[in-house]
């Protein structure tokens, strides 16, 4: 089994690169880190949110997401991860230094999930030691979670928990997974969808009220609200989703519960038609339909071209 540290990044095309990023740091309130020295790299806009060098990454051209990522504990264990994975009959691809430079990660290796997201797996990722400077005071303090699409729920929990530590810790019926790689309740999620994409990212914010206060900055803005604030019964945390260009996603949250006791803990099951499952203030709900495509290519392209 292949042992996931963490969240790394989500890598997604931006046929409007200056507008995404406009959005992610004006709207969303991200540090753009790129410039002269950070040896900024022509067509692609890195997005910070905490120590990590970046969380999102904006490449110029099809728009659509590109991969998601996780971090593993080192080479040795990105090494055994690549023969695990093709002991499964995955076709991985290994990053070179280009690739891993453009990610700011030491190593990387690639491949497709049973449903066609195109998953990453890195080790060495960059921190920054100075503080994060955000484009907008949204009180943004973490890249909380990332979610996932897949035709069948019950499939991609399997693949996850078996190929992966991941841990289902509730599920709203057929219709998504939550899953856990450490004690915060989800890092990963899986929903129903027709076909593979990025369902949502999620940033972690400092307090109640900057839920809040984001939301009214939302609405001056005239972003889109696909739903909230309402409260999650599953992780107990406080949500607000909304739409950015391009179909991306972006969900505030805080107050996510936190698993310590492992042995103790067993998955919930939510019926997502009983009213309160997914918003425990009665709030209007539902899945946000707008998920960003996985963009499809061939298995493996050579690194000058592979995005």
Same mark, same amino acid.
């Given at each position: 089994?292949?042992?996931l540290?963490?969240?790394?990044y989500?890598?997604?095309?931006?046929?409007?690169?200056?507008?995404?990023?406009?959005?992610?740091?004006?709207?969303?309130?991200?540090?753009?880190?790129?410039g002269?020295?950070?040896?900024?790299?022509?067509?692609?806009?890195?997005?910070?949110?905490?120590?990590?060098? *970046?969380?999102?990454a904006?490449?110029?051209g099809?728009?659509?997401?590109i991969?998601?990522?996780?971090?593993?504990?080192?080479?040795?264990?990105?090494?055994?991860?690549?023969?695990?994975?093709?002991?499964r009959?995955?076709?991985?691809?290994?990053?070179?230094?280009?690739?891993?430079?453009?990610?700011?990660?030491?190593?990387?290796?690639?491949?497709?999930?049973?449903?066609?997201?195109?998953?990453?797996?890195?080790?060495?990722?960059?921190?920054?030691?100075?503080?994060?400077?955000?484009?907008?005071?949204?009180?943004?303090?973490?890249?909380? *979670?990332?979610?996932?699409?897949?035709?069948?729920?019950?499939?991609?929990?399997?693949f996850?928990?078996?190929?992966?530590?991941a841990r289902?810790?509730?599920?709203?019926?057929?219709?998504?997974?939550?899953?856990?790689?450490?004690?915060? *309740?989800?890092?990963?999620?899986?929903?129903?969808?027709?076909?593979?994409?990025?369902?949502?990212?999620?940033?972690?914010?400092?307090?109640?009220?900057?839920?809040?206060r984001?939301?009214?900055?939302?609405?001056?803005?005239?972003?889109?609200?696909?739903?909230?604030?309402?409260?999650?019964?599953?992780?107990?945390?406080?949500?607000?989703?909304?739409?950015?260009?391009?179909?991306?996603?972006?969900?505030?949250?805080?107050?996510?519960?936190?698993?310590?006791?492992?042995?103790?803990?067993?998955?919930?099951?939510?019926?997502?038609?009983?009213?309160g499952?997914?918003?425990?203030?009665?709030?209007?709900?539902?899945?946000?339909?707008?998920?960003?495509?996985?963009?499809?290519?061939?298995?493996?392209?050579?690194?000058?071209? *592979?995005?």
């Amino acid at each position: 089994m292949i042992e996931l540290v963490d969240i790394a990044y989500v890598r997604s095309g931006a046929a409007d690169l200056a507008g995404a990023v406009r959005f992610a740091t004006e709207v969303v309130g991200l540090e753009h880190v790129d410039g002269p020295a950070d040896d900024t790299e022509p067509g692609v806009a890195h997005l910070r949110a905490d120590s990590r060098h *970046h969380c999102l990454a904006f490449v110029e051209g099809v728009s659509g997401v590109i991969a998601s990522a996780f971090t593993v504990d080192g080479p040795g264990a990105l090494a055994l991860a690549e023969t695990e994975l093709e002991s499964r009959g995955f076709t991985v691809w290994r990053g070179g230094p280009a690739d891993a430079r453009s990610r700011r990660v030491g190593e990387l290796i690639g491949f497709d999930d049973p449903f066609g997201n195109r998953i990453e797996l890195v080790c060495g990722q960059q921190t920054l030691a100075r503080p994060v400077r955000p484009g907008r005071g949204s009180g943004i303090t973490e890249f909380g *979670h990332l979610c996932l699409d897949a035709p069948d729920v019950a499939e991609a929990h399997r693949f996850w928990s078996t190929t992966f530590n991941a841990r289902a810790s509730d599920w709203i019926g057929d219709a998504a997974c939550l899953m856990r790689i450490d004690e915060v *309740h989800h890092k990963l999620a899986v929903f129903q969808g027709d076909r593979p994409g990025l369902c949502h990212v999620n940033f972690q914010v400092a307090e109640l009220d900057d839920v809040f206060r984001n939301w009214h900055h939302l609405q001056d803005q005239g972003v889109p609200i696909e739903m909230g604030p309402g409260r999650h019964p599953q992780s107990g945390a406080v949500f607000l989703y909304f739409l950015g260009p391009e179909g991306l996603t972006y969900e505030y949250s805080y107050g996510v519960r936190r698993i310590t006791d492992e042995a103790a803990w067993r998955p919930r099951y939510f019926d997502p038609a009983e009213r309160g499952s997914i918003d425990m203030w009665l709030g209007p709900t539902q899945k946000p339909v707008t998920t960003r495509p996985q963009i499809t290519r061939p298995q493996v392209l050579p690194e000058a071209v *592979h995005p």
